[in-house]
């Protein structure tokens, strides 16, 4: 390429390369970082930025505001250099400090951390499915919310996607689902810059991208030079007038635009390109080659419009609201509720309570315990909206009166994700980064593998999902191991800022919804039984509430306690069988439900002490799970009952017997415990 060519005076121009050699600068002073897509992608960022998106940058929070999804995190500061430019609280200083620690702009976008940002990226894919969450999200509250006077929501969602995003499989689960339900407001710009790590993306994906979303029912337009600002104008507007159908704009781009010798090479991809070849780009495009981060008083002025401009598209949609709220005074208090997830008054008290086993007969699954909950709290907790990933029928997430949320039905609030787990957790986190919702999804606990990633994503953005897990051990029986967790529980107990309950019963069950509603600074997961479970008696026991504390005495011994039984869900009847077995022989055993470790780790010391008394040396844990990680309470010498194998085919009960779940074993383990302290 010629800088002849290239130079030039414009100043949409000037504003481009300021964006490409503020990115390319501040990866240079960091010395890692991704300079190539944002070099290339820069004209296409810029037009979105300046003649589409509506955003607020002094009310970065602003409900009606577009979201914007940069899917292809690696290119942060692209997405970065936007918010400095445009206004938001994101000083120069900030671009400098890139990837540097205790700065807010990490090296993949981190959501609640920088201004601006609306979703944590970086793994492939996981942005992609959050706008179709976004979107969902979107038409969900259209619904509940707009009047034909008053559309309070009425919002696009974007994002830029690159040739990774779309090789990973949950963007395929996630298009899919998007084109399903029509959801027109999603648009999204493929970087098709044809270069990865390894090299050409010819390498390993040569399939017809648009052919592909063309067949998943999406709108798709085509770019051919993503510096040609109208045709990407263009492209933009006619996907905003396609209001039945996402779109995709396909835009042919080159990795490191200017760079002359990393120019459409891996190069470019994922290192600095270096301080001499960032020098030869900068005297290619006609960019000052002096003093790096280098922003003309005139590009400054040009995109701090958006300040203004954002500010005046927010007092008329406050303006809106205001009127709405005149009109509607109880829908527009609904509404406010909603987006601050707040339940208000009552919401809990006609949740059913279920009677005693000893005094009904009847035993239940935890996860009917769930459904029957959950069809009683959905009505009175409005915006807990979700489904399930084509289980249904055994995961008992539907709830009465409540239709499917389809492409023709708005007003459906039961989302049927499909057999898509990973979209479906990807979808959730979306819907509830968008606000208004605390979305709901379930699937099998074995199934928590296909849907691990944008769990953790959950976590580390502390958003408040909920994880319907069912069929959570080899007590569901015949299926044998390959639907059978083993692992799950402590994998899933790993990681951070996760509330994992899993209820010995059913109203320990509702007490985990009641737990998940009240949790807004994180996603919790319930582990539930497909396997019947008796309703503990509670006259004789502690009062289910205390799993809100994570773990509790449920029978405490007669007097100083010999050993300690601690056990989680369907193991926990068998502590308590144990306890009344070594009652027999004199050996005084202290119940412990432990439904939730990271819940009790939450409480004061003395209390934990209370529960789990120091100088009680003998303690046991039973739970249907590996024994890895028990040791924390147990002790070293403790006896750790579980399933440190893969499970089996054969009946529910037939398995857990043999492997040793019966308080038969329980309380033959706590006798040797208690003898060998005695002898000792």
Known sequence: MSRESLETTDLDTQVINTIRFLAADAVEAAQ???????MGLAPVAYTLWTRHLRHSPQHPGWPNRDRFVLSA?????????LLYLTGYDLPLEEIKNFRQWDSVTPGHPEAHLTPGVETTTGPLGQGFANGVGMAIAERLLADE????????VDHNTYGICSDGDLMEGVSHEAASLAGHLGLGKLIYLYDDNKITIDGSTDLAFTEDVAGRFE??????TRVEDANDLGAVDAALAAAKAETDRPSLIVVRSHIGYGSPNKQDTAAAHGAPLGAEEVRRAKENLGWPTGEPFHVPDE??????????????????????????????????????RWMDRDPGTGWDEGLPTFGATADTGEELATRKASGLTLSELAPEVGYLVGGSADLTGSNKTDVPGRSDFQADNPAGRYV???????????????????????????????FSDYLRPSLRLSALMEQPVVYVFTHDSIGLGEDGPTHQPVEHLMALRA?????????????????????????????????LTRQTLPVLDRTALASPEG??????????????????????????????????????????????????????????????????????????????GVTGGWERYVGPDGARIGVDRFGASAPGDVVMEQYGLTAEHVAEEARRLVTRNRDA
């Open 73 to 81: 995190g690696h290119a942060s500061m692209l997405l970065y250099s």
């Open 215 to 220: 067949a998943y029912d999406w709108h798709v």
């Open 32 to 38: 890692s970082g991704h300079p190539g897509t944002p």
């Open 145 to 152: 919310f707009n009047t034909a006077e008053h559309p309070i």
């Open 416 to 446: 049927r994700f499909g057999v898509r787990e990973h979209a479906m957790a990807g979808a959730m986190n979306g819907m509830a980064l968008h606000g208004g919702l605390q979305p709901y999804g379930g699937t099998f606990l074995i």
């Open 495 to 527: 990681i951070p800022n996760l509330t994992l309950i899993r209820p010995a019963d059913a109203n320990e069950t509702r007490e985990a919804w009641t737990a998940a509603v009240r949790n807004t600074d994180g996603p919790t997961a319930f582990a």
């Open 299 to 336: 590009v400054r002025t040009r995109m701090r419009q958006a300040v203004e401009a954002g500010a005046a598209q927010k007092q008329e949609w406050d303006a809106l609201f205001a009127d709405y709220e005149d009109a509607h005074p109880e829908r527009a208090a609904q509404y406010r």
């Open 547 to 624: 799993l809100h504390r994570g773990a509790y005495v449920l029978r405490p011994a007669d007097g100083s306690p010999d050993v300690l039984l601690l056990g989680s869900g369907s193991e926990v009847q068998h502590a308590l069988g144990a306890a009344e077995i070594l009652a027999q022989d004199g050996v005084e055993a202290q119940v412990v439900s432990m439904p939730s470790w990271e819940l009790f780790e939450e409480q004061p010391e003395d209390y934990r002490r209370e529960v789990l008394p120091p100088d009680v040396g003998a303690r046991v844990s039973i739970e249907a």
